[in-house]
């Protein structure tokens, strides 16, 4: 008797189900509708003192005060994701964020409107830490430049989009009201996101197994001896609960805080993210009112000139996204796709800043500090993904670090550049001092980067101990 053959087709494998775009977008939005509400009261800062009657002195700590709150619960913001786990603390910290930016809208006096300020930049401080235990958990480590890129580019756009949005609302609302609008934005945004997200992969109902081994495969898989580092992906779960829950270490802290202290890749990336985020601040705060001086032009053409850099910004960083993504899969090595192209392009940055010193017009100025500004740009993804390497599972609680001291950088420029220009009109003197000074200060974040070693973990598991995993 003949035996039949199997005429079946093999079957195809399946595609991944591309959850992880969706987690994207969501992080992309967080980050836009939290700026949505931390820059609509720089538009509105005319009209809030006016009808407060706030002296210009309290409007400047009132503007301030979301710095402190933000700077303050980096770490905490950091640890809240950790302890919580992502889908709880993100969608916990948007809805405060949103409430605060309430408050702020329902004040009359100055007291109340300073602490509803502190305690809104307290809310958004968790915004970065978070974002990037989500990156580090929910995608594979050849896409972690695009995708830190995308919702550090989002920041950016979400700042340019209020600036026009708050205008054009504020011509027809109160400015009250447009607060009361935006905070609705972050509302939504909670709800949604803890309806779709989970903190892992392997808990998300809609991802396949095909998505599960695409985020957590190594990104050289053909060559031997290549491993996927220590970002959490094979924690196992728990049979008894279904949930994945804490196990504390007590060792970690002290050791943790001794590897991070000890670590000159970690001082690296901060001290060139608090360099690089002051010489953005500088765009942010006085550029405007220095081309204004320097260049005798009009308010509305400084503004204008104003966006060029910023716009040049988000480019840059869409692109050092895609170029950190590139050569780590062209070349495989962490330090040439990460520690190079922040050198380089923060570098690049600094020697364009000093091209512009011999500019005859203010277009001309721009022109030269835009393409600095797209340069410097190239180093933002790398910030995100070598502290991801470096941390591993810690990743929440290093960026908290890291994002601290750009804060202190952001904080610092613009009382130091309101020193300097106050000596120039005063003394008659040289207005090519503040292009010396950013020049400066972008050259020496290059420098910082020479430091830092990504393909070197802050902390490896120990032997037999499985890596604490995190709530469902």
């Known amino acids: 008797m003949a035996i039949q053959a199997d005429s079946q087709p093999a079957a195809r494998p399946a595609r991944p189900s591309g959850v992880r775009h969706g987690v994207l977008g969501l992080l992309a939005l967080a980050a836009a509708s939290a700026y949505l509400t931390r820059h609509c009261i720089a538009v509105a800062n005319t009209t809030i003192q006016k009808e407060l009657q706030f002296t210009t002195e309290q409007m400047g700590w009132i503007l301030s005060a979301f710095m402190v709150g933000y700077l303050a619960f980096q770490v905490p913001g950091g640890w809240l994701g950790t302890r919580l786990g992502p889908r709880w603390a993100f969608s916990l910290i948007s809805l405060l964020w949103s409430l605060f ?145 804490p196990n504390p270490n ?131 993804p790398p910030s995100w993904t070598a502290t991801m390497d470096i941390a591993g599972r810690y990743s929440a609680l290093l960026m908290a670090v890291m994002n601290m001291a750009g804060i202190a950088g952001a904080l610092l420029m613009p009382i130091a550049l309101g020193y300097l220009i106050g000596h120039i009109e005063r003394t008659g003197g040289d207005w090519n001092l503040v292009l010396y000074l950013i020049a400066g200060t972008q050259l020496a974040a290059a420098l910082c980067w020479l430091a830092v070693r990504p393909d070197q973990p802050l902390m490896k598991p120990a032997a037999g101990r499985d890596p604490a995993p995190l709530e469902a």
């Not at 756009?157 to 607060?179: D, K, N, S, Y």
């Not at 000093?354 to 100025?365: R, V």
Request: a positive charge; glycine letters at 10%.
């Open 101 to 245: 930016n309430l408050w702020s809208a329902r004040v009359y006096s100055y007291f109340p409107m300073l602490v509803s300020r502190v305690a809104f930049g307290a809310a958004q401080a968790g915004l970065v830490p978070i974002a990037t235990l989500v990156i580090n958990d929910w995608f594979p480590e050849r896409r972690r430049g695009f995708s830190s890129a995308s919702v550090e580019t989002s920041m950016s756009i979400g700042g340019i989009v209020t600036m026009g949005l708050t205008a054009f609302l504020m011509q027809r609302l109160p400015w009250r009201e447009v607060f009361g609008l935006y905070t609705w934005v972050g509302v939504a945004w909670a709800v949604i996101f803890y309806c779709y997200f989970r903190n892992h992969p392997r808990q998300h109902p809609w991802v396949n197994e095909a998505e599960r081994d695409l985020i957590a495969r190594p990104p050289f898989p053909s060559q031997p001896g290549v491993s996927h580092p220590d970002s959490g992906r094979s924690r196992p779960q728990s049979a008894a609960a279904g949930n994945l829950r």
């Open 250 to 380: 007590p060792e970690v802290p002290a050791t943790l805080l001794a590897g991070m202290i000890g670590s000159r890749s970690l001082w690296g990336i901060c001290s060139q993210q608090f360099l690089r985020a002051a010489a953005y601040a500088v765009f942010v705060t006085w550029f405007p009112a220095y081309l204004e001086k320097s260049y005798g032009i009009t308010p509305a053409q400084a503004g204008w000139f104003t966006v060029w850099p910023l716009a040049a910004a988000v480019t840059g960083l869409m692109a050092g996204g895609l170029l950190v993504d590139g050569l780590f899969a062209r070349t495989g090595s962490k330090r040439i796709s990460r520690s190079l192209v922040a050198c380089f392009g923060i570098g690049a940055a600094g020697l364009l800043t000093l091209s512009a010193l011999g500019a005859t017009s203010a277009p001309l100025l721009v022109g030269l500090l835009s393409a600095g500004s797209l340069a410097g740009s190239f180093s933002g």
